[in-house]
């Protein structure tokens, strides 16, 4: 297996030279250590966050035409405008959440009942699934009655398990090789810490590291790319995982619009 380190931008422009552009594209949403929801505007390398947050919340995933907000134990579907769609109240602290492309893939394990929570066409549908063991670490849809789950296990090692949904079984089960620790998906890399460095296991077998200032947390906020925040730092990363080289971006400082909106 072939090592190589992640490349990383940080942004070349001043954010204030990117609000003289009319049209920004809009790059997804992120979620701020204050638990404000931003919207983050530009270009790769060149990043606008927003001053003010839309919602407030305790997890979220965003993809370009739906997102999941998860808020004081309700978890809402938002499509790509922004408008609710449907919601539930789960009473989970820390579910996880994943929508990849439209409404049909938002999905959330919620830990404390051991249960799948699926959109399914009009409403969110309930799965058991007691026969999943350990730590949930990353979920996704796997087909109309499948999902795919990343499980962290009390022997340090990750499973991947694949469910069906109406059943409540496991299909298959089996040891993701060569790695250790929480494991998170993103189509068919593979994210984790490894020592002091984040790792990231692209499609073609290639390890890329990044050394890391502590504790990661992976949260979609778009089709196509992903925001990185570390534990007791004030330190935003967007990764963009298409190819097979991994690039991160080093977003702008939002610790200054937090500590003045408290």
């Given at each position: 297996?072939?090592?190589?380190?992640?490349?990383i931008?940080?942004?070349?422009?001043?954010?204030?030279?990117?609000?003289?552009?009319?049209?920004?594209?809009?790059?997804?949403?992120?979620?701020?250590?204050?638990g404000?929801?931003?919207?983050?505007?530009?270009?790769?390398?060149?990043?606008?966050?927003?001053?003010?947050?839309?919602?407030?919340?305790?997890?979220?995933?965003?993809s370009?035409?739906?997102?999941?907000?998860?808020?004081?134990?309700?978890?809402?579907?938002?499509?790509?405008?922004?408008?609710?769609?449907?919601?539930?109240?789960?009473?989970?602290?820390?579910?996880?959440?994943?929508?990849?492309?439209?409404?049909?893939?938002?999905?959330?394990?919620?830990?404390?009942?051991?249960?799948?929570?699926?959109?399914?066409?009009?409403?969110?549908r309930?799965?058991?699934?007691?026969?999943?063991?350990?730590?949930?670490?990353?979920?996704?849809?796997a087909?109309?009655?499948?999902?795919q789950?990343?499980?962290?296990?009390?022997?340090?090692?990750?499973?991947?398990?694949?469910?069906?949904?109406?059943?409540?079984?496991?299909?298959?089960?089996?040891t993701?090789?060569?790695?250790?620790?929480?494991?998170?998906?993103?189509?068919k890399?593979?994210?984790?810490?490894?020592?002091?460095?984040?790792?990231?296991e692209?499609?073609?077998?290639?390890?890329?590291?990044?050394?890391?200032?502590?504790?990661v947390?992976?949260?979609?906020?778009?089709?196509?790319?992903?925001?990185?925040?570390?534990?007791?730092?004030?330190?935003?990363?967007?990764?963009?995982?298409v190819?097979?080289?991994?690039?991160?971006?080093v977003?702008?400082?939002?610790?200054?619009?937090?500590?003045?909106?408290?």
């Amino acid at each position: 297996m072939r090592s190589d380190i992640v490349r990383i931008i940080l942004p070349a422009l001043a954010a204030g030279a990117l609000h003289a552009q009319i049209h920004a594209p809009r790059l997804g949403a992120i979620r701020c250590s204050d638990g404000g929801i931003r919207a983050v505007y530009g270009l790769a390398a060149n990043f606008i966050v927003a001053d003010q947050p839309f919602a407030m919340a305790d997890a979220v995933s965003f993809s370009d035409r739906a997102g999941l907000i998860a808020s004081k134990g309700k978890i809402q579907l938002l499509g790509s405008d922004g408008l609710l769609i449907g919601e539930y109240n789960s009473r989970e602290a820390n579910p996880i959440l994943n929508v990849e492309g439209d409404k049909a893939t938002a999905i959330a394990w919620l830990p404390s009942e051991r249960t799948l929570l699926r959109w399914a066409v009009k409403q969110f549908r309930v799965f058991p699934v007691p026969a999943i063991e350990g730590r949930v670490t990353s979920i996704r849809t796997a087909g109309a009655d499948r999902a795919q789950l990343l499980i962290f296990n009390n022997d340090g090692s990750t499973s991947r398990a694949v469910v069906a949904l109406t059943a409540g079984d496991v299909i298959s089960l089996d040891t993701v090789p060569g790695v250790s620790g929480p494991v998170f998906a993103e189509q068919k890399s593979l994210i984790f810490r490894e020592g002091k460095n984040l790792a990231i296991e692209t499609p073609d077998g290639v390890r890329h590291t990044l050394r890391v200032p502590g504790n990661v947390v992976i949260e979609r906020m778009s089709s196509e790319w992903l925001h990185l925040s570390f534990a007791g730092t004030n330190r935003h990363w967007a990764l963009h995982l298409v190819g097979s080289q991994p690039e991160l971006f080093v977003l702008p400082d939002v610790q200054s619009t937090e500590e003045a909106e408290r």
